[in-house]
């Protein structure tokens, strides 16, 4: 919306600073930390008049979680997502239909975990949506946002992949690109929710990955960057650069309540939502596989739900003391800040390594 002010640059000198996507990705930051600490406290008070006994905690989960964090409100994701859509909308350049798609599957993710979570917390059970019915109306948002994506996208670029360390390397998936990018969407949205467990836990990895995301979109939206790295140029992509800022400021925000001891749990409203607007944001800027690098603590701990999962219907034994992963240290006896810290540090390790595959090709 304010990048319409740069058209009167010429009027007005100062407003030229909106046409620049570094001025606006910060503004975007800004905003949405500053919309997230204005409304935070008014939703967390309304959160918990609405929810008597707070977010249902699963009775095979770790024990302390049971004295822990009853009574803790759930749903604050949506907090994310205030932030994240006022920023995005104030800042953002509304023509670009790059910006719109993400925000479709940011916004219906985070729909779907809504429904989650109200089924949840009314009838006072961990359950909610069932979960193929949660995983179809997944692959519903994500395939409509994937055909928009690629509508959008010129030439080879629209169905191609691109591989880290190969600068020439261009897969043409042809109709396969779509079931791929909702697999990336579905797949990070899904890896993040897996990862909500512990205060704080998720939500700043997802920041993480945001600052690099939002770097990334800056370099393959540019294209003297592109090609002096040797990037696959994305024109349109660098306005995601904003989107990504937003979500960081957004994702501050919501961590001044979430940090231990929680005020409010994010919740699969926040977790689906933040897990799909990463994913969206990989498939724009054909960095699908850079994402697995960058997320990698979220793929661990997807795996080990799997490795535990096969591993006890084919043998009878468990892998992992508990799975998700950060369970397993819980019941190992590390403190669950000790735990949400040494995360933190993996998770900038693997966003260093995410970005040194820009320049190592």
Request: proline letters at 4%; hydrophobic letters at 55%; a neutral charge.
């Amino acid at each position: 919306m304010l990048y319409l002010l740069s058209q009167f640059a010429d009027q007005f000198g100062p407003f030229n600073l909106f046409r620049y996507l570094t001025f606006r990705t910060g503004g975007a930051v800004l905003t949405a930390l500053v919309v997230a600490f204005i409304f935070g406290p008014v939703l967390i008070r309304w959160l918990k008049s609405k929810q008597t006994n707070g977010q249902p905690i699963r009775d095979d989960g770790p024990v302390s979680h049971i004295v822990a964090k009853q009574g803790t409100p759930t749903m604050g994701g949506f907090l994310i997502l205030l932030g994240l859509s006022i920023g995005t909308l104030l800042w953002a350049d509304l023509s670009n239909n790059y910006v719109w798609a993400t925000l479709l599957v940011t916004i219906g993710f985070g729909t779907i975990g809504f429904a989650d979570d109200y089924l949840k917390v009314t009838r006072d059970n961990h359950r909610g949506l069932p979960g193929r019915l949660k995983i179809m109306l997944e692959i519903v948002v994500a395939g409509l946002a994937a055909w928009w994506m690629v509508s959008i996208t010129e030439g080879a670029m629209a169905t191609g992949l691109a591989l880290p360390f190969f600068k020439d390397v261009l897969l043409d998936l042809g109709i396969f690109f779509i079931p791929f990018a909702v697999l990336v969407m579905v797949g990070a949205s899904n890896s993040v929710n897996l990862t909500d467990g512990l205060d704080g836990l998720a939500i700043m990895p997802v920041i993480i990955a945001a600052g690099t995301f939002a770097m990334i979109a800056y370099l393959v939206g540019n294209v003297v960057f592109s090609e002096y790295l040797q990037l696959h140029a994305v024109p349109g992509a660098g306005e995601l650069a904003v989107f990504c800022g937003a979500l960081v400021g957004a994702g501050l925000g919501f961590l001044w309540f979430n940090a231990p001891p929680a005020m409010v749990f994010m919740g699969d409203t926040g977790s689906l939502a933040v897990g799909g607007a990463l994913g969206a944001t990989a498939v724009v800027t054909k960095h699908e596989l850079v994402l697995a690098i960058v997320g990698g603590l979220f793929v661990l701990e997807t795996v080990s739900v799997i490795v535990q999962v096969v591993s006890y219907k084919t043998t009878g034994r468990r892998v992992f003391r508990m799975a998700p992963l950060h369970h397993h240290f819980e019941e190992k006896g590390w403190a669950e800040s000790t735990i949400v810290i040494r995360f933190w540090i993996i998770a900038v390790v693997l966003a260093l390594i995410g970005l040194a595959t820009l320049k190592l090709r």
